[in-house]
């Protein structure tokens, strides 16, 4: 299992690195879409505006303890109490209790990480979606934007300071995890899984109000 994860995340740097690459500018992502399907015309988007210090907080809050996360949250202590793991918690309303903990200081640490170090340089934590480009190009938004990340003058590089957050929290974490999950490999694992969990949120804001959309609509009485 942990060789088909780490495979599968050797797969996701090779895709992505090229995609990250090409998005030298706040429009460039614009003038490709436009290249490739011409007869739709220019897809207008507003000019990248940096992240200011109390979006980055708010984004901080909201990405820690904000509803999705809180579900997401409940989902996976759910999941590890009905499995047992780690087995020092139990398979108890208790154990349910210090796994829902333990992944929300995680959460919450590594989002720390992540605002902190990237206010430093500039670096933008939030996802910008392409709800106007076709399909596959809002596919490789979603994986380009999560090794990648705008800067204060709009250019995109490597989200450094993601990068350096997902392990090194998952690392922090250990202070208060249970013995059987603080090896190297643990951390490893969690890493990937995090970062596998960041492309799945950046998924989520990109296609969710499309999914709502629909579900809205035919839900509407004729």
């Known amino acids: ?3 088909c994860i780490i ?12 995609l990250w690459a090409q998005g030298g500018s706040a429009d460039s992502h614009v003038e490709i ?3 490739i399907h011409p007869t739709k015309g220019l897809v207008t988007r507003k000019p990248y505006e940096a992240i200011t ?3 980055r907080v708010h984004w901080l809050v909201k990405g820690s303890v904000g509803p999705e996360s809180l579900i997401a949250g409940v989902l996976s202590a759910g999941i590890s109490t009905a499995t047992d793991e780690p087995e020092e918690f139990g398979p108890s309303w208790e154990g349910f209790g210090k796994r829902y903990g333990m992944r929300l200081t995680s959460i919450s640490a590594g989002n720390a990480i992540e605002a902190s170090l990237g206010a430093i340089w500039g670096e933008d934590p939030r996802y910008d979606p392409a709800p106007h480009a076709p399909f596959g ?9 999560t090794f990648a990340a705008r800067y204060r003058d709009g250019h995109l590089a490597p989200a450094y300071a993601r990068l350096i957050a997902i392990p090194g929290s998952n690392a922090l974490s250990n202070t208060w995890r249970a013995e059987s999950e603080t090896h190297g490999s643990d951390i490893a694992i969690r890493t990937i899984l995090g970062i596998l969990g960041r492309m799945g949120a950046n998924a ?3 296609f969710w109000p499309d999914v709502r959309r629909r579900i809205f609509r035919s839900a509407e009485p004729e």
Request: hydrophobic content about 50%; overall charge positive.
């Open 33 to 35: 879409l436009n290249a």
């Open 7 to 18: 495979c599968n995340l050797a797969l996701l740097l090779v895709i992505s690195a090229p």
């Open 137 to 145: 190009s809002r596919v490789q938004n979603v994986i380009k934007l």
């Open 204 to 206: 989520f804001v990109e």
């Open 1 to 3: 299992m942990r060789k």
């Open 53 to 55: 210090g109390r979006e």
